[in-house]
């Protein structure tokens, strides 16, 4: 079959849907039609071809919506129809454009086949800036289900299993083979006895380290010698950097291949000094190092599984005095932490399925997706805040803070031990004077756990009592409005007259503890506008330096 007559099969499969769909698109286009219009198609075909797997999606001028063949005259000269491709190219992301414009003839009449290609792996494709798509017959704005649809999407050319063809086993560091034959004994006990009779060559296949006897470069990150790391065209760095209070950098270090031995070189300069704090109804100080050592190591051995090396960017470890950060470059795959963690199933896909499935092998790692839970388990059974996840800037950010931030949110995680995970980061929130969801509001109020109204919730009175937090409770319940008047109105009584600064003294220690200055002075200036409001008291003195006084009248309760 010739080029021709594929064309013209093309246009009669395509004329035999019965409607038309996300990818394929019918127009009359007689004699022009608008470069906007075309564009905005390009984009919305090309994107929905992505979602559907399709190889290609089609705009066809010169047929009707009744599939009836009509012709179009649309840029008869072949230089001025193909410079079309150059044209759109101008005005879509990364300069895509037609793969190809066809012209068939058909019924004596010509019909234009523009094949759009399907856009690229976690891009969607924008014309002039604007993301397209189709709903039915309609072309529409790319919502953002789609949008998202595509941008989570991984390009599934794993780098991780590419063979190094110019590395053998001279570039295997020999401290890292060895460490990493005694992992593996760990993680498949029942192969301790095989392990030892496996030479370097037998030992590298059976940890999936080796494809067909050649090294990859997940054996390179591993176990390679640091000399070698020129061979993987990349930037293999973990950095240490140690912060002081203002941040400022205090030191820093500079960790390169192998990573086997890396981390514990990592965890070695991390300063995990002890850290006391009291628990309510005891006097004997609870006593834990700042970071939970698995948690440390997790957080690591994630940043190397799932770094994104075609970025060439380095692993950070950045600790604070209460505080480190683990960051690595690339999206954090399953989308959302606080979603992928209440959900509970593992992610469906990694960056690195073969660095992964290495790692797990040398017991570095743990395939099921639990770590990042066990994460939140250990900050939670020390009374320490959650974890932290920024997930901005194509990077993925993790904090442990090794410290307790809020006493009374660490009161009443031990008051409370049956506080599901869901429960424990919406009260997370709450300590770190974060905003609530309306659902995790609703949780939280129906379980009684917050009282207040957003976005200054405090603990709920039956929490409190049980945690020994019966004055913060009231301290942060704030009194009716007649309260307030009454105390004015005494003061006025008993001294005659009062300035500004006066009522502040006051009042400022009776409003809840969660008002900020500004706050309080506004609802100082509220109060006081009421009074003069319903007669109750008067200025005698000037606007900028007041003097108050009690009218006559008296403030009805």
């Given at each position: 079959?010739?080029?021709?007559?594929?064309?013209?099969?093309?246009?009669?499969?395509?004329?035999?849907?019965?409607?038309?769909?996300?990818?394929?698109?019918?127009?009359?286009?007689?004699?022009?039609?608008?470069?906007?219009?075309?564009?905005?198609?390009?984009?919305?075909?090309?994107?929905?071809?992505?979602?559907?797997?399709?190889?290609?999606?089609?705009?066809?001028?010169?047929?009707?919506?009744?599939?009836?063949?009509?012709?179009?005259?649309?840029?008869?000269?072949?230089?001025?129809?193909?410079?079309?491709?150059?044209?759109?190219?101008?005005?879509?992301?990364?300069?895509?454009?037609?793969?190809?414009?066809?012209?068939?003839?058909?019924?004596?009449?010509?019909?234009?086949?523009?094949?759009?290609?399907?856009?690229?792996?976690?891009?969607?494709?924008?014309?002039?800036?604007?993301?397209?798509?189709?709903?039915?017959?309609?072309?529409?704005?790319?919502?953002?289900?789609?949008?998202?649809?595509?941008?989570?999407?991984?390009?599934?050319?794993?780098?991780?299993?590419?063979?190094?063809?110019?590395?053998?086993?001279?570039?295997?560091?020999?401290?890292?083979?060895?460490?990493?034959?005694?992992?593996?004994?760990?993680?498949?006990?029942?192969?301790?006895?095989?392990?030892?009779?496996?030479?370097?060559?037998?030992?590298?296949?059976?940890?999936?380290?080796?494809?067909?006897?050649?090294?990859?470069?997940?054996?390179?990150?591993?176990?390679?010698?640091?000399?070698?790391?020129?061979?993987?065209?990349?930037?293999?760095?973990?950095?240490?950097?140690?912060?002081?209070f203002e941040g400022k950098t205090k030191g820093y270090e500079i960790f390169g291949l192998p990573w086997l031995l890396a981390v514990d070189k990592v965890f070695a300069r991390i300063?995990?000094?002890?850290?006391?704090?009291?628990?309510?109804?005891?006097?004997?100080?609870?006593?834990?190092?700042?970071?939970?050592?698995?948690?440390?190591?997790?957080?690591?051995?994630?940043?190397?599984?799932h770094q994104d090396y075609t970025l060439n960017g380095r692993i950070n470890v950045i600790e604070h005095d209460d505080s480190l950060q683990f960051t690595n470059l690339g999206d954090?795959?399953?989308?959302?932490?606080?979603?992928?963690?209440?959900?509970?199933?593992?992610?469906?896909?990694?960056?690195?399925?073969?660095?992964?499935?290495?790692?797990?092998?040398?017991?570095?790692?743990?395939?099921?997706?639990?770590?990042?839970?066990?994460?939140?388990?250990?900050?939670?059974?020390?009374?320490?805040?959650?974890?932290?996840?920024?997930?901005?800037?194509?990077?993925?950010?993790?904090?442990?803070?090794?410290?307790?931030?809020?006493?009374?949110?660490?009161?009443?995680?031990?008051?409370?031990?049956?506080?599901?995970?869901?429960?424990?980061?919406?009260?997370?929130?709450?300590?770190?004077?974060?905003?609530?969801?309306?659902?995790?509001?609703?949780?939280?109020?129906?379980?009684?756990?917050?009282?207040?109204?957003?976005?200054?919730?405090?603990?709920?009175?039956?929490?409190?009592?049980?945690?020994?937090?019966?004055?913060?409770?009231?301290?942060?319940?704030?009194?009716?409005?007649?309260?307030?008047?009454?105390?004015?109105?005494?003061?006025?009584?008993?001294?005659?007259?009062?300035?500004?600064?006066?009522?502040?003294?006051?009042?400022?220690?009776?409003?809840?503890?969660?008002?900020?200055?500004?706050?309080?002075?506004?609802?100082?200036?509220?109060?006081?506008?009421?009074?003069?409001?319903?007669?109750?008291?008067?200025?005698?003195?000037?606007?900028?330096?007041?003097?108050?006084?009690?009218?006559?009248?008296?403030?009805?309760?």
């Amino acid at each position: 079959m010739n080029i021709q007559n594929d064309k013209t099969e093309i246009l009669r499969r395509l004329l035999a849907t019965k409607v038309e769909n996300e990818v394929v698109e019918f127009k009359e286009a007689e004699n022009n039609y608008h470069f906007e219009k075309i564009g905005q198609y390009f984009s919305a075909l090309s994107n929905e071809a992505n979602l559907k797997g399709n190889a290609t999606s089609w705009l066809v001028f010169g047929v009707n919506n009744k599939r009836k063949v009509t012709g179009s005259n649309y840029r008869l000269n072949p230089e001025s129809l193909h410079s079309l491709k150059h044209e759109i190219a101008g005005h879509t992301t990364n300069n895509i454009s037609f793969a190809e414009i066809h012209e068939v003839q058909m019924d004596g009449k010509r019909v234009l086949l523009f094949e759009i290609p399907p856009a690229p792996k976690a891009t969607p494709i924008a014309f002039k800036g604007h993301w397209y798509a189709r709903d039915g017959e309609s072309l529409v704005s790319l919502n953002l289900q789609k949008l998202e649809s595509i941008r989570t999407q991984i390009n599934y050319r794993d780098w991780s299993a590419e063979i190094v063809m110019d590395a053998d086993l001279e570039d295997i560091d020999p401290d890292a083979m060895i460490v990493a034959r005694e992992n593996f004994k760990k993680k498949n006990p029942r192969l301790v006895d095989d392990v030892d009779t496996w030479d370097e060559v037998a030992f590298l296949r059976n940890a999936k380290l080796s494809i067909r006897g050649k090294l990859t470069r997940t054996a390179l990150l591993l176990l390679g010698r640091n000399q070698s790391e020129h061979l993987l065209c990349a930037d293999p760095k973990i950095r240490w950097v140690l912060k002081d209070f203002e941040g400022k950098t205090k030191g820093y270090e500079i960790f390169g291949l192998p990573w086997l031995l890396a981390v514990d070189k990592v965890f070695a300069r991390i300063r995990n000094i002890r850290y006391s704090y009291m628990h309510s109804g005891t006097l004997f100080p609870q006593e834990v190092d700042m970071y939970d050592p698995f948690s440390i190591r997790e957080a690591l051995n994630n940043c190397i599984a799932h770094q994104d090396y075609t970025l060439n960017g380095r692993i950070n470890v950045i600790e604070h005095d209460d505080s480190l950060q683990f960051t690595n470059l690339g999206d954090f795959l399953p989308g959302d932490v606080q979603l992928f963690l209440l959900k509970g199933i593992p992610p469906e896909r990694y960056r690195n399925p073969f660095l992964i499935e290495a790692m797990r092998n040398l017991n570095l790692v743990d395939t099921i997706g639990g770590g990042i839970s066990k994460m939140f388990q250990a900050q939670r059974e020390r009374l320490f805040p959650m974890p932290e996840y920024d997930l901005s800037n194509n990077r993925v950010s993790v904090t442990l803070i090794g410290k307790v931030l809020d006493l009374n949110y660490a009161q009443m995680l031990v008051a409370n031990d049956d506080l599901d995970l869901r429960e424990i980061m919406a009260l997370d929130k709450i300590q770190k004077h974060k905003p609530l969801t309306v659902d995790e509001e609703k949780l939280l109020k129906t379980k009684k756990l917050i009282e207040g109204r957003k976005p200054h919730y405090y603990i709920a009175k039956d929490i409190a009592q049980k945690t020994g937090q019966k004055a913060e409770y009231t301290r942060n319940d704030p009194f009716k409005n007649q309260e307030y008047f009454d105390w004015i109105r005494k003061l006025l009584k008993d001294h005659k007259s009062a300035s500004r600064k006066d009522i502040d003294s006051l009042l400022w220690d009776k409003l809840p503890d969660w008002m900020t200055e500004r706050q309080r002075k506004n609802k100082i200036s509220n109060l006081i506008n009421e009074m003069r409001g319903a007669d109750i008291i008067c200025n005698i003195g000037t606007r900028g330096k007041p003097c108050w006084v009690l009218q006559h009248k008296t403030l009805k309760n």
